[in-house]
């Protein structure tokens, strides 16, 4: 059984940064591609970013592309997600996700691919 557990979250102004942090644990960190997601209230959740099991691949939203990035180091079992120039829209509750199953080379965008999700973190963008 994967547990996650998400930190970092908080209240940043806009152009602030937040680096969240994902830590792994139940599991064999480096078989398996992370993905973050984040979630409004009466929206679906949506896909942020991904990173491949060596981290040698990483994909992004267009909304968050050359702001976020995404980093994992296989040691800590550790998954991150740096946030830059932190805009109102990007307020959600953040959440890191494993999939376990994949024998895919692509890392996937789908949240329904990814079999374990951490319990989010709040991120509120505001003046």
């Known amino acids: 059984q994967v547990q996650l557990l998400e930190s970092g979250g908080g209240l940043v102004q806009p152009g602030g940064s937040l680096r969240l942090s994902c830590a792994s644990s139940?599991?064999?960190?480096?078989?398996?591609?992370m993905g973050w997601f984040r979630q409004v209230p009466g929206k679906e959740r949506e896909f942020v970013a991904g990173?491949?099991?060596?981290?040698?691949?990483?994909v992004y939203a267009d909304s968050v592309k050359g702001r976020f990035t995404i980093s994992r180091d296989n040691a800590k079992s550790t998954v991150y997600l740096q946030m830059n120039s932190l805009k109102p829209q990007d307020t959600a509750v953040y959440y890191c996700?494993?999939?376990?199953?994949?024998?895919?080379?692509?890392?996937?965008?789908?949240?329904?691919?990814?079999?374990?999700w951490g319990q989010g973190t709040q991120v509120t963008v505001s003046s």
């Open positions: 996700a494993a999939d376990v199953t994949s024998v895919a080379v692509v890392v996937s965008r789908t949240a329904a691919q990814y079999d374990y």
């Open positions: 139940g599991g064999t960190f480096r078989n398996y591609p």
């Open positions: 990173i491949s099991r060596s981290g040698s691949t990483t």
